[in-house]
Nanobody, 120 residues
Framework: QVQLVESGGGLVQAGGSLRLSCAAS?????MAWFRQAPGKAREFVAT????????SYTDSVKGRFTISRDNAKTTVYLQMNSLKPEDTAVYYC????????????????WGQGTQVTVSS
């Protein structure tokens, strides 16, 4: 059983930056960030593999967000730059066995979520 704890959310003005962190209780393979806005389905944001650090992003965040992980492979980060009001959501960290999954069912473990609010 892997426990994931997110941190780093908050309120920021449009154009600003935030960095989210997700600490895992053990070593993980693929890790990802999803987000969920009120009244909407949970949406894939980015994922990173556990071996070579391969990454994948949803189109709406390419060039603005960067996913990374530490060498111990127990913490994953999401650097979010040039934030827009439409990025407002609860952001969830997830861990799973295979890199590349862009749907929630591809991940076995989830954090509790951290709120990101971007004001216009």
């Amino acid at each position: 059983q892997v426990q994931l704890v997110e941190s780093g959310g908050g309120l920021v003005q449009a154009g600003g930056s935030l960095r989210l962190s997700c600490a895992a209780s053990g070593r993980t393979f693929a890790m990802a960030w999803f987000r969920q806005a009120p009244g909407k389905a949970r949406e894939f944001v980015a994922t990173i593999s556990g071996n070579y650090g391969s990454t994948s992003y949803t189109d709406s965040v390419k060039g603005r967000f960067t996913i990374s992980r530490d060498n111990a492979k127990t913490t994953v980060y999401l650097q979010m730059n040039s934030l827009k009001p439409e990025d407002t959501a609860v952001y969830y960290c997830a861990a799973g066995p295979r890199f590349g999954a862009a749907i929630p069912t591809g991940y076995d473990y989830w954090g509790q979520g951290t709120q990101v609010t971007v004001s216009s």
